[in-house]
């Protein structure tokens, strides 16, 4: 992509500091993956990512930009808060499917998993004693575990129907497992 710097004038790019001028751009519309620069992938390396993450944040620090330009301390902290939302994005493996699937159209409700979601929902109301869940959410982790791991290999293989279907069924337990920590922590 073409841009010029907005200090210099010189070509930069998609690069995060001028070459010419050394000073900080403003953020490009990234997705996550692209403004990391790592594949577009729903299972991140998080080694990766972290040691990515704390050179941008050092990068970035306000404390490097305390006798800026108000420019460039303003786009040294969008660029940092930009970081720090696809960050937020890539650590999250339900998150990282939600921006791959971006736009794409969902399947309508298939039966069978809306009476597991309703069961699941009827089994919350019903408890009352922390262990119990506590058991439950255990056992709903490791469904999502299941069902991420199904949409990882449909992703990988392209298998789009599998992999939307199932995709739907995740946001389903996300939203269960909320619902239960929610409960839980009420009860704590
Ligand atoms: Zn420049």
Known sequence: MSRTCWSC???????????????VQPPLDLNPFDRFEIPSHPSV?????????????????????????????????????????????????TKCL????????????DPETLMEVMDLYDQIDSLS?????????????????????????????????ILLQDFKKLQFFEKILITLKEKIHRLS
Not at 45 to 74: C, I, W
Not at 98 to 109: A, I, Q, R, V, W
Not at 131 to 159: H, M, P
């Open 45 to 93: 390396d998080q080694g990766n990512l972290r040691k990515k993450y704390l050179e941008m944040q050092a990068a970035l620090h306000p404390d490097r930009f305390v006798s800026k330009t108000k420019e460039e301390q303003l786009y040294a902290h969008q660029q940092s808060e930009a970081f720090n939302n696809a960050f937020v994005v890539l650590r999250d493996p």
């Open 98 to 109: 939600e921006s791959l699937l971006k736009g794409e159209k969902l399947p309508p409700d």
């Open 9 to 23: 004038d010189e070509e930069v790019g998609a690069s995060l500091v001028c070459n010419a001028c050394h000073k």
């Open 129 to 161: 004693d922390k262990d119990d869940l506590c058991a439950l959410e255990q056992k709903t982790s490791e469904k999502r575990a299941l069902v991420l791991g199904i949409c990882i290999k449909a992703f990988e293989e392209t298998n789009k129907k």
